[in-house]
């Protein structure tokens, strides 16, 4: 079992910046992803952003390619999720989620799931 809680998540004007973290416990991480996800209203949760743990490899949506940066912190068990020059299509909840393997963008592939947290672009 792995368990996941995000946090960092509130109100900020476009053009700004918010950093979320994700914190994992449970069983061992050597071949653990985690992955960012977020959903707006009225819309399907998405992919935001991937990264391995043991290797740091990471994988981006396209919509957020250069804006988003996902790192890990081994010693802390958390996983970043650094998102700058937000834009109001950003609003949404940011989940973070779990699997082993390899990064995949399908939520149905991720096993486990935080409680998610509220990022609010205003324009």
């Known amino acids: 079992q792995v368990q996941l809680a995000e946090s960092g998540g509130g109100l900020v004007q476009a053009g700004g910046s918010l950093r979320l973290p994700c914190v994992a416990s449970g069983r061992t991480f050597s071949s653990l992803v985690i992955g960012w996800f977020r959903q707006a209203p009225g819309k399907e949760r998405e992919f935001v952003a991937g990264v391995t743990w043991s290797g740091g490899s990471t994988f981006y949506a396209d919509s957020v390619k250069g804006r988003f940066t996902i790192s890990r912190d081994s010693a802390k068990n958390t996983v970043y999720l650094q998102m700058n020059s937000l834009k109001p299509e950003d609003t949404a909840v940011y989940y973070c989620?779990?699997?082993?393997?390899?990064?995949?963008?399908?939520?149905?592939?991720?096993?486990?799931w935080g409680q998610g947290t509220q990022v609010t672009v205003s324009s």
């Open positions: 989620a779990a699997k082993w393997g390899s990064i995949v963008t399908a939520t149905t592939r991720y096993d486990y």
